[in-house]
């Protein structure tokens, strides 16, 4: 006899008033109709998806059996009983695919042991990678919109005065608001960048843009 494919159930529910119960019952019946063995149920009652693997207990479990390989396959409910981030999801895929564990989704219709589930599968990762170049590509115009845009006078007087913050890009530096008020009284005494940046231990760049703020305002 063919030895029957073993399943862990992941159940999840994101508020106290809801039940898992309703989930169990339909992927038992599922796992009746097509022979599997359920070995494990992970369970995350009162969880939103969106909270990270951390916080998700049973979520936690179940990874940590998807990579011991404890059963062939995972059954849920649906997607997003899984989580809310595409990212996650095909990170949580490729580990099972890696270790030849399938994964089945009711709602969906999903199963990754059949050969339209491989092809869903493919297509999740491809709007995966989308995202991400997506995300990318919108940091990068933020950066360079926010390095290009001219600051107001006001602005100017109120970065002198030091009561906001100056948008930093590449390597973070150790400048202070004390010292920010230091550079700027020894900068108003006429004393050199160099000097200046040894003393309050910060690079000389860091001296020069406070110094053309100054001359700016």
């Known amino acids: 006899m063919t030895k029957p494919k073993t399943v862990a159930l992941y159940l999840r529910c994101s508020t106290d008033d809801q039940t898992?119960?309703?989930q169990r019952r339909e992927l038992t019946a599922v796992a009746e109709r097509h022979g599997w063995q359920i070995v494990k149920?992970?369970?995350d009652e009162g969880i939103s998806g969106a909270k990270g693997r951390d916080k998700r207990p049973g979520y936690d479990?179940?990874?940590k059996g998807i990579m011991r390989k404890e059963f062939?396959?995972?059954a849920s409910w649906a997607v997003d009983r899984l989580g809310r981030s595409l990212k996650e999801l095909v990170l949580l895929l490729s580990d099972m695919k890696d270790k030849g564990v399938n994964l089945y989704l009711h709602q969906q219709g999903l199963d990754t042991s059949t050969e339209f589930g491989r092809m869903m599968f493919h297509q999740i990762a491809l709007f995966a990678d989308f995202e991400r170049s997506m995300i990318v590509a919108r940091v990068k115009a933020g950066i360079n919109r926010a390095k290009d845009e001219p600051r107001s006078a006001y602005r100017l007087e109120?970065?002198?005065e030091g009561k906001i913050k100056q948008l930093k890009f590449g390597r973070p530096t150790n400048m202070t608001t004390a010292k920010g008020h230091k550079a700027r009284e020894m900068l108003g005494n006429g004393i050199g960048i160099g000097k200046i940046a040894?003393?309050?231990?910060?690079g000389s760049g860091t001296i020069q843009k406070i110094k053309d703020a100054m001359r700016a305002a």
């Open 20 to 22: 898992i119960e309703n």
């Open 41 to 43: 149920t992970f369970t």
């Open 61 to 63: 479990a179940l990874c």
């Open 72 to 74: 062939d396959m995972v």
């Open 158 to 160: 109120r970065l002198r």
């Open 198 to 202: 040894r003393e309050l231990g910060v």
